[in-house]
């Protein structure tokens, strides 16, 4: 591989992890004598599952430190989802996104203190739903996800947007968009969420 690949930025990163991570020039040296450097720049990054890579390492669970942008968000939880769905004025949005699908028992106008979890890599929902927790946040809801569409439009535009709290069918309905679009989707929660999106969470003392 041509070394025109490289950046300076990304050698210095490179050396800057193996200076971390490795306690010695031994292990260092021990981990090229093994192959095992070569092993992972040949793997396809795309079917690399990080947590089941660590598993198999015999290496604890990695929890990145997210970043965290509060708001405070006003949700009217008497509305239905057919009637928050038009409001958000989207390009496109999921004709399975409907109350039948994502029933609330949740009532009444209230405002709430969110926030949108950043982690900077690709996350699952699942490896999300603990570090909410023990920061003081439970997971979104649709109606909630549904007014971000509505008073805050613009973010969609900038990131997708993931409801921590809502599953039909295993998918969960996503705010996603660019500078000339905006759609309400379902995305499979299975899958790894992409490195850009924002998960909402909603501060536990919000009550409704």
Known sequence: MSTKLWSGRQSLEVLRLIDEKCASLERLQSHLKRGHFVDLLEADPEEVDRDELRRVLKLEPFFPEPTIFTFTLRVNYDLT????????????????????NFPSSRTGIVELECAYFYFNCVMKLAKVHPVL?????????????LTVGIDRPYDQRQFPIIDTGSVWDGDCPS?????????????A???????????LAVRESSRP
Do not use: H, M, T
Not at 134 to 144: Q, T
């Open 133 to 145: 927790g023990n920061r003081g946040y439970r997971r979104s809801e649709l109606k909630e996800l």
């Open 81 to 100: 989802v057919e009637e928050l769905v038009p409001a958000g004025k989207y390009d496109d949005s999921n004709p399975s996104v409907i109350s039948q």
């Open 175 to 187: 705010l996603d968009g660019a500078s000339w679009c905006r759609r309400l989707i379902l995305f």
């Open 189 to 199: 929660v299975a899958r790894g969420c992409p490195e850009r999106c924002r998960f």
